[in-house]
């Protein structure tokens, strides 16, 4: 690996990677490593340490002291430096790609664009903060004041947030947190996944090189399920950006306490297929909706539901085309479309998924067996929206066919569920897509898409148990800040 990035792990083969303490690269002074295991041969990538309790106290004092100094910095300035962060992901485009693949079992074709898109979304956080904006009001507008009231509304940097990735996306939904907060003049806790934490250590060092005070950003390793808790109750954290699974953001929810909270969790998306739907965009998109990542996507397409004569006419063709787009192997090779799934405890929970719904009278059309860690696409019918299959979130490459007799049937289950991400309609009426998009509680429906984020300067959310809050560009630069309204009374 590239000599940029010596500095922070020792040598030995696997690598002991250092954790960036108030900024600076430290071995841990506790014992505890974790190994990062490769989902495609089981190697020892490298050891990450377990932070102490000791060292997030002193990542977040420094946190503290240095924001205060860099939300002085004019944010042009802090706009120009974030930029930087998205010229060097560029430049290591190559060594970002390949650690992408082997940590966490990405295509060749799926890590490229995770880094190239994380590296556009930089900079437009980088433009659009340019535009963030105060305002001025008069009293006078309101009944029983005049001019003598003048508020001067800023926006300023809520102070130290906790940026907690998932990882799926570890670098694409890490810069999503990092790259709002350091240019809207916030400082940065980053709790990065423990799959994915080599990829955001390299991250974390390149952030630290455009010149940011020392101890802006720290990147604390470390098992959610040990430091989280100390994390997120701990009183010098100002607000909480996560993203991960819908269980892990409701406990977190319910510790955290009156802190702004920015949740991004499960997926569990459906699509609706109308009786006019388009047959090539509509298979193409479940095909790739339920396939893409190995399924292993928030925004991953779960289940599909139409009238059965429709679900009759699609179900054969989802099937030929999954066996045209899916080459399944070692990501590594480059023509490779599906690699295997993050850890032995994931293809554990899928089986017992497969085989629950299977018990239960659910029928595999296509798929189901499973080597190691790479899963078949698996594609099942007769299954009923009360099965645990349809209610929870499966993470691996599965859809189910739901028969419905009404178009209506099938909204409810959906609004049912207790996920909100995203659904899919399939139609070529725009009008009745959008009729039906109106009767369902999620946070975003695609018309003849599969469900995903962006672009991303469109609002991205969750309803119900799939988050709080709302991202995309404007709409995270906004939670990054708050009002500081300073109001003026003239004396008379
Ligand atoms: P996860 O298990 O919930 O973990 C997410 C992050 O939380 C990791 O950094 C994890 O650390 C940390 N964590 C775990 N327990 C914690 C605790 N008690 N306190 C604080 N932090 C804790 O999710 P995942 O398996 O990484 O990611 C898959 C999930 O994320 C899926 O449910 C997917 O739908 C969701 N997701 C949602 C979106 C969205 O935009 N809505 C996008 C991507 C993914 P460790 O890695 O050390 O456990």
């Not at 190239?116 to 006078?140: C, H, P, T, V, W």
């Not at 296509?366 to 007769?382: H, V």
């Not at 909100?420 to 695609?446: C, H, M, P, W, Y």
């Amino acid at each position: 690996m590239d000599d940029f990035f010596k500095e922070m792990q020792n040598p030995g083969i696997p690598p002991t990677y250092k954790c960036c303490v108030g900024g600076i690269w430290k071995d841990s002074t506790s014992s505890k490593t974790i190994d990062v295991i490769s989902p495609i041969d089981n190697s020892i990538l490298g050891r990450v340490y377990q932070v102490t309790h000791e060292e997030i106290d002193e990542s977040i004092a420094k946190a503290k002291k240095a924001q205060k100094e860099w939300q002085k910095v004019p944010i042009v300035k802090r706009s120009q430096m974030v930029h930087l962060i998205a010229d060097w992901i560029r430049q290591h485009e190559v060594s970002l790609t390949e650690l992408l693949i082997v940590e966490i079992g990405k295509t060749y074709a799926d890590a490229k664009d995770e880094i190239l898109r994380s590296a556009d979304m930089i900079d437009y956080f980088a433009n659009e903060a340019l535009n963030i904006k105060g305002q001025e009001l008069s009293g006078e507008q309101f009944p029983g004041y005049d001019q003598s009231k003048l508020a001067l509304i800023e926006r300023v940097p809520v102070g130290v947030i906790l940026a907690i990735a998932p990882f799926n996306y570890p670098i694409n939904l890490s810069v999503s947190k990092i790259a709002p907060a350091l240019v809207t003049g916030d400082a940065v806790i980053f709790k990065p996944p423990t799959q994915g934490a080599i990829s955001d250590l390299y991250l974390t060092e390149i952030i630290r090189r455009i010149g940011i005070p020392e101890g802006l950003i720290s990147t604390l390793t470390g098992a959610g399920s040990e430091i989280g808790d100390y994390l997120v109750t701990h009183p010098g954290i100002d607000m909480i950006t996560f993203t991960g699974s819908s269980q892990v953001g409701k406990a977190i929810a319910e510790k955290a306490g009156m802190i702004p909270l920015q949740f991004e969790c499960g997926g569990n998306n459906p699509a609706i297929v109308l009786t006019d739907y388009d047959p090539e965009t509509t298979i193409g998109e479940i095909v790739k909706g339920f396939c893409s990542y190995a399924g292993q996507r928030c925004t991953a397409i779960k289940y599909v539901l139409g009238l059965k004569p429709t679900i009759d006419q699609i179900i054969l063709s989802v099937v030929k085309k999954t066996q045209e787009y899916i080459k399944m192997g070692d990501p590594r090779d480059k023509t490779v479309t599906m690699g295997p799934v993050i850890s032995e405890a994931s293809v554990a929970d899928i089986q017992r998924r497969i085989d629950e719904a299977v018990k239960g009278g659910a029928r595999i059309v296509y798929g189901g067996k499973i080597q190691g860690k790479m899963i078949e696409p698996t594609i099942l019918e007769n299954v009923s929206s009360d099965m645990d299959i349809i209610k929870t979130e499966t993470f691996g490459p599965i859809v189910c066919f739901i028969r419905v007799s009404r178009i209506e049937e099938a909204i409810e289950i959906v609004n049912k569920s207790t996920y909100g991400l995203q659904a899919s309609i399939f139609t070529k009426d725009e009008g009745a897509g959008i009729s039906v998009a109106r009767q369902l509680n999620v946070g975003t429906i695609q018309i003849n898409s599969k469900p995903q984020r962006g672009p991303d300067h469109f609002p991205f959310l969750g309803v119900k148990g799939s988050g709080v809050g709302v991202q995309g560009i404007s709409y995270t630069l906004e939670s990054m800040t708050r009002f500081r309204p300073i109001v003026l009374s003239k004396l008379q």
